[in-house]
């Protein structure tokens, strides 16, 4: 079988395999769900990890040179998604004491909005499943009390009360009269449902939270780890100290984000940073990732590639993040509104504070109290804090990823200057793969001496920055 068929059919067992597992997943992506909606039975996680082996030693049997580009980067994006899978499966501990997974968010939201007769059957299975879900989710994290990180039991109860809500609001108002016709079961599912909700959240609220002491951190190996397989980005994590700055000489993060300190500071005519206490009111929070239909407009010039599963399914906050603050590129890009507060100065002050809170957090320099008061100085407290500080906990590296995706499209059409062309021609180029992380979009979509150039100027000469695989 040639090359490129081999991998096409490797591709597509897996992923028919894979949503098998991820049915959450497999709702946003409008695949159909024969099984169940929520899975924590450890046999279906050892099963996973199995699946994985099974992907990877599929992938490193191919000859990856004979592959056309289009294959090589969803190889890429695979191999680097089915590493840091296989990683966490083998560590679930972190997993099993984030109180937030336990909920199904996603999945609901995407079902209750404007649903089709097909996802509101898909609904009703899931409003089935949640009691006793939630009451083994319980079960299992009274055993775990003392390692829960409190802003993430905090924020769980307040999201588990938000669904209790909402699901009555739907049971009992115009929703059910509008989309429960044929489904005479569901307004009493609705009211099952929320019913378990308000209990997990008395549960987080009044059991949990007094004896929650854990660490939100996930440790200097596993942050390395995401930013090289999930951001594309090979940029030292392992050479900085544990107070976050660098172990031996200078390290190349630390040095990247001092660089884009100054940067910030020189255009704002020497504007101190940190930030004094209340000097910047922090508006700007994580990346939400683009849901499916927003990511198919980044490769509006080729739908069928960007819509291919590995494309999806990828990580793109790096390039998020650059089109949002990089010069002349916000415009136009995809998602782009007139919201200034997700451009300009401020912005990117803010968004150099949230990649400094991920570093010192995974790198065990900073703890809940410490990161909270940071962000209490910035102008940001209560709730609002709290689910920024879970955003920053549940996703190690994407704030770090998103200040360095900015600052490499900033090198590297500074350093390629015409041979981008205008604003606009960079953006298209850059944005022909899909929403992907910038490293590959750079690298894939503009050129190799355009990421080699833009790498150099923000990681320096001597640094990986992306591994060419395999």
């Known amino acids: 079988m040639p090359e490129a068929a081999e991998f096409d059919a490797l591709r ?6 894979w949503f098998h597992y991820h049915p959450e997943r497999a709702v946003l992506a409008g695949v159909p769900v024969t099984g169940r909606l929520l899975l924590e039975d450890d046999d279906d996680l050892a099963a996973l990890r199995a699946w994985l082996e099974e992907l990877l030693l599929g992938l490193d049997e191919l000859e990856f040179a004979a592959l056309d580009a289009d294959r090589q980067l969803d190889w890429e994006l695979m191999a680097g998604a089915a590493r840091v899978e296989h990683r966490e499966l ?39 499943e949640i009691p006793e879900h939630l009451r083994q989710s319980q079960a299992r994290l009274r055993f775990l009390a003392a390692d829960l990180a409190p802003p993430l039991v905090r924020v769980a109860a307040r999201e588990s009360q938000h669904w209790c809500e909402s699901l009555r609001v739907l049971a009992r108002g115009s929703w059910l009269h509008r989309y429960g016709q044929g489904h005479p079961d569901l307004g009493g599912a609705l009211e099952s449902a929320a019913l378990a909700l308000a209990g997990y959240a008395h549960c987080l609220t009044d059991e949990l939270a007094p004896r929650a002491q854990g660490l939100l951190g996930c440790g200097a190996e596993h942050l390395d780890l995401r930013l090289r397989e999930v951001h594309f980005l ?88 650059a089109c949002d603050l990089c010069r002349g590129c916000a415009q136009d890009a995809p998602g782009a509104d007139d919201d200034a507060s997700r451009r300009g100065p401020a912005a990117r002050r803010a968004r150099l504070l949230l990649a400094r809170l991920d570093l010192d957090l995974h790198m065990g320099r900073s703890d809940g109290d410490a990161a909270l008061e940071r962000l209490h100085r910035a102008g940001l407290a209560g709730a609002a804090a709290d689910a920024l500080l879970a955003q920053l906990a549940r996703h190690p590296g994407d704030a770090l990823a998103g200040v360095l995706g900015w600052r490499l499209l900033e ?12 604003a606009s021609a960079c953006r298209d180029r850059l944005l022909s793969q899909g929403a992907i992380p910038l490293p590959l979009a750079l690298r894939y979509g503009v050129g190799r001496a355009a990421w080699q150039a833009a790498c150099a100027g923000v990681l320096g000469a001597g640094v990986a920055g992306l591994s060419v695989r395999p």
């Open 12 to 17: 597509a067992e897996f992923y028919q395999g």
């Open 234 to 321: 090979d940029c030292g994590v392992l050479d900085c100290g544990p107070d976050g700055g660098p172990a031996d000489g200078d390290g190349p993060l630390f040095r990247a984000l001092e660089r884009a300190e100054q940067v910030c500071a020189e255009g704002e005519g020497g504007a101190q940073f940190p930030p004094e206490t209340g000097s910047l009111p922090l508006t700007v929070g994580p990346v939400p990732l683009p849901d499916w239909d927003e990511r198919a407009r980044f490769g509006a010039a080729d739908p069928e590639r960007a819509r291919r599963l590995p494309r999806l399914l990828a990580n793109p906050v790096s390039l998020v993040v």
């Open 411 to 422: 090198q590297a059409r500074d350093a390629a200057g015409a041979a981008l062309g205008t």
């Open 90 to 128: 083998a560590h679930r501990d972190r997993c099993r004491r984030d109180p937030l997974h336990c909920l199904p968010s996603a999945a609901l939201a995407r079902l209750t909005r404007a649903p089709t007769a097909a996802l509101l059957g898909t609904l009703a299975r899931l409003l089935d």
